[in-house]
């Protein structure tokens, strides 16, 4: 894509970050009201190349059908599944995005975003099998998990991955859950697209290489977003009523200067990922999953290990980790400085309080950023028993910045999923946080529409509705509904 010099002077709307949430809004807006003026604002020379680049994250459609993750085990020993409910309904939605997005000719073949790839959970011990099949009974109750499968047998589990028991003892005691129905999503090759594709339209404009220096609020409530043109050294301003920040790692420093009360107190720790990636096919094609497994105890939910299926540009992979690092950049292309200067009088009581509270957490980075090659093949062998360091390389994914918010009575809190900040009057949201965020991009971006947009909601409701068709109503409670609306979306999506 081409940078472009100038700047809107004037924009309906500013969106800052050429990223898979940005773009998500950005369409979304675009259908609803194709009249707006929109401007996107990307620091770098391309779009997608920081959390929405495919070796920057996972690549998992994030459904809770094989993350542990999201189904915690009460102190009676019940599974609580309401997390999973809405994390599979809030991907539900963007796969009916996406199916309108395809069918309207927006998007491209899906098989350039979105392959089906089973998902699995894999545990081993006895106390981690009465765990899963627990959670097994619960789930497999619900509409939305009724094809769950599960299996003690390790012929039927070496069926569904044979990697996982190449190499294991046959006295060990194992089980597994399956969803064939799962998926690997290029989140990188989606945000193209949609970029590609608002790119193209008429008041619609794309700035790469620029960056936001500031964000001033102006006495009649509008903002002027300062820019700066990285090549030609050139300072614009743009006029709106409203900007969304979704600039990953560099939300929280933007937030910073909104000065919104609605961002006070909240502050960010950076957290790095790295990745054992395979590229060797004699290993490759004899896994066809995404297989998660139990956090080790006393470890962040972060840090839950998956070996993983990955298809990037028509070529499969296999993907184990995470492995986490540390620095104190809030991108991959940040700067050392960018944790220090976030630190602000408003946020320095929560962040002194989720240090003090989070001492289990510095121990976990510290042992992770000390690991040697033969201690991240040891991780792995637990998943993959003869597996062979010189078939694996280590590859560093994207920073995620964990969110630090205040709280009455522990002073601060560390959140590990996505927060939406909106201005009381909605002129201004920006989005802080990790997974499951891409998968759930459509939900997040719907709601915030919702508290930004409240007096033009009604007259988009119709909108909504034919390109979400579940919008407004509850699929984990309508049975019917959902298997009729999933099941088109699947179909034209190619995965069901």
């Known amino acids: 894509m081409d940078?472009?010099?100038?700047?809107?002077?004037?924009?309906?709307?500013?969106?800052?970050?050429?990223?898979v949430m940005s773009a998500t809004l950005g369409v979304l807006l675009h259908q609803l009201d194709p009249t707006l003026k929109i401007q996107i604002v990307e620091a770098l020379a391309e779009v997608a190349k920081e959390s929405s680049n495919p070796w920057n994250n996972a690549g998992?459609?994030?459904?809770?059908?094989?993350?542990?993750?999201?189904?915690?085990?009460?102190?009676?020993?019940?599974?609580?599944?309401?997390?999973?409910?809405?994390?599979?309904?809030?991907?539900?939605?963007?796969?009916?995005?996406?199916?309108?997005?395809?069918?309207?000719?927006?998007?491209?073949?899906p098989e350039q975003f979105i392959q089906p790839v089973p998902h699995m959970s894999f545990v081993w011990g006895d106390e981690n099998r009465r765990y899963l099949k627990a959670r097994y009974e619960t789930m497999k109750q619900h509409h939305f998990f009724s094809e769950m499968e599960y299996s003690e047998d390790p012929a039927v589990i070496r069926e569904w991955a044979p990697l996982l028991l190449e190499g294991r003892d046959p006295r060990d005691v194992?089980?597994?859950?399956?969803?064939?129905?799962?998926?690997?999503?290029?989140?990188?090759?989606?945000?193209?697209?949609?970029?590609?594709?608002?790119?193209?339209?008429?008041?619609?404009?794309l700035a790469t290489h620029h960056i936001v220096k500031d964000l001033e609020r102006r006495k009649d409530g509008r903002w002027r977003v300062e820019v700066r043109n990285l090549t030609k050294g050139i300072n614009r301003t743009i006029d709106t009523p409203f900007v969304f920040v979704g600039a990953g790692g560099a939300s929280l420093p933007l937030l910073q200067k909104s000065k919104i009360k609605e961002g006070k107190g909240f502050g960010g720790f950076p957290v790095s990922g790295q990745f054992l990636v395979c590229d060797n096919p004699e290993v490759v094609n004899q896994h066809q999953a995404k297989v998660y497994g139990k956090a080790a105890v006393g470890a962040p939910p972060m840090s839950v290990p998956h070996l993983d299926t990955r298809v990037i540009d028509g070529k499969r992979s296999l993907l184990f980790g995470p492995f986490a690092g540390f620095s104190p950049k809030f991108l991959k292309t940040g700067s050392i400085l960018d944790l220090p200067s976030s630190v602000k009088l408003s946020n320095l009581t929560p962040m002194l309080a989720v240090g003090a509270n989070n001492l289990d957490l510095t121990k976990y980075l510290i042992e992770q950023c000390l690991q040697s090659p033969e201690d991240r093949l040891e991780a792995l062998q637990e998943f993959f028993p003869d597996a062979q360091l010189d078939n694996w390389k280590l590859v560093t994914a994207g920073q995620r910045v964990q969110v630090i918010k205040s709280d009455?009575?522990?002073?601060?809190?560390?959140?590990?999923?996505?927060?939406?900040?909106?201005?009381?009057?909605?002129?201004?949201?920006?989005?802080?946080?990790?997974?499951?965020?891409?998968?759930?991009?459509?939900?997040?971006?719907?709601?915030?529409?919702?508290?930004?947009?409240?007096?033009?909601?009604?007259?988009?409701?119709?909108?909504?509705?034919?390109?979400?068709?579940?919008?407004?109503?509850?699929?984990?409670?309508?049975?019917?509904?959902?298997?009729?609306?999933?099941?088109?979306?699947?179909?034209?999506?190619?995965?069901?």
């Open 3 to 19: 940078n472009r010099v100038e700047t809107m002077a004037e924009a309906d709307v500013v969106l800052i970050g050429g990223g």
């Open 60 to 109: 998992t459609g994030h459904a809770a059908l094989c993350e542990l993750n999201y189904t915690s085990e009460k102190p009676d020993g019940s599974i609580d599944i309401s997390k999973a409910l809405k994390i599979n309904e809030a991907f539900e939605q963007s796969k009916q995005f996406w199916s309108f997005l395809t069918k309207a000719g927006v998007l491209p073949q």
């Open 174 to 205: 194992v089980a597994a859950t399956r969803v064939k129905t799962g998926t690997d999503v290029n989140f990188g090759a989606l945000t193209e697209s949609l970029v590609e594709y608002l790119d193209a339209q008429d008041g619609i404009r």
């Open 408 to 496: 009455d009575h522990k002073g601060g809190v560390l959140q590990f999923g996505t927060e939406t900040i909106v201005a009381e009057d909605g002129s201004l949201a920006a989005l802080l946080g990790a997974s499951p965020g891409a998968s759930t991009a459509v939900n997040i971006m719907l709601d915030l529409i919702a508290k930004a947009f409240p007096k033009r909601l009604p007259e988009w409701t119709a909108q909504l509705k034919e390109m979400i068709p579940s919008y407004g109503t509850t699929l984990a409670e309508t049975p019917d509904a959902y298997r009729e609306i999933r099941s088109e979306a699947d179909t034209t999506l190619g995965i069901n």
